[in-house]
T-cell receptor, first 114, second 115 residues
Framework: DADVTQTPRNRITKTGKRIMLECSQT?????MYWYRQDPGLGLRLIYY???????NKGEISDGYSVSRQAQAKFSLSLESAIPNQTALYFC?????????????FGEGSRLTVL | QQQVKQSPQSLIVQKGGISIINCAYE??????FPWYQQFPGKGPALLIA?????SEKKEGRFTISFNKSAKQFSLHIMDSQPGDSATYFC??????????????FGKGTKLSVKP
């Protein structure tokens, strides 16, 4: 089983719908992240969490919210999806004290908003 | 000042050739420079990383060259193989408060190695 699991892997939805992307990890890391990948724009940080009680906005948090339900679970929500949120979304974890900040990514969730 | 600029956006190399991807940064406080490799349908994965106390690090066919004065670092892939075809991201971060900070990523380079 993958260390960082994202569900769903693919989702097509309509403008205005609420969408939740879920992430769970078995690496025991405290830090979790949500990134968005668009062609030519690289990886952009949406939100990150250093522990269950700590949530921080990243570079592009507008239109998104997150919930850290447990050390192992971090979900990303789009309250009212819009077409320009069509992208590939990645969850990642890290332990900066053990692995010099190496990020461990899930396999991604491809979201299409029509 | 937090940006990491990566070039080229895409690169086509013949099998056996050398692939070179370049990155530049402005923030002199950056002290950790990793490269991530991403295959289609997969998440990025750490390939190789360097700290500014050395000018070069080699792992197999992959080498990072680091020029602190020019604020540039590059990835060289020797004897490039079709299996190296992937998207490569450079990144940088700052160590502070007893731990490594968040990574700032370049925009990526799509490498295609032709047989």
């Amino acid at each position: 089983d993958a260390d960082v699991t994202q569900t769903p892997r693919n989702r097509i939805t309509k403008t205005g719908k609420r969408i939740m992307l879920e992430c769970s990890q078995t690496k025991g890391h405290d830090r979790m992240y949500w990134y968005r990948q668009d062609p030519g724009l690289g990886l952009r940080l949406i939100y990150y969490s250093f522990d269950v009680k700590d949530i921080n906005k990243g570079e592009i948090s507008d239109g998104y919210s997150v919930s850290r339900q447990a050390q192992a679970k971090f979900s990303l929500s789009l309250e009212s999806a819009i077409p320009n949120q069509t992208a590939l979304y990645f969850c990642a974890t890290s332990d900066p004290m053990r692995d010099a900040g190496e990020l461990f990514f899930g396999e991604g969730s491809r979201l299409t908003v029509l | 000042q937090q940006q990491v600029k990566q070039s080229p956006q895409s690169l086509i190399v013949q099998k056996g050739g050398i692939s070179i991807i370049n990155c530049a940064y402005e923030n002199t406080a950056f002290d950790y420079f990793p490269w991530y490799q991403q295959f289609p349908g997969k998440g990025p994965a750490l390939l190789i990383a360097i700290r500014p106390d050395v000018s070069e690090k080699k792992e197999g066919r992959f080498t990072i060259s680091f020029n602190k004065s020019a604020k540039q670092f590059s990835l060289h892939i020797m004897d490039s193989q079709p299996g190296d075809s992937a998207t490569y991201f450079c990144a940088a971060s700052i160590y502070y408060g007893g731990s490594q900070g968040n990574l700032i990523f370049g925009k990526g380079t799509k490498l295609s190695v032709k047989p």
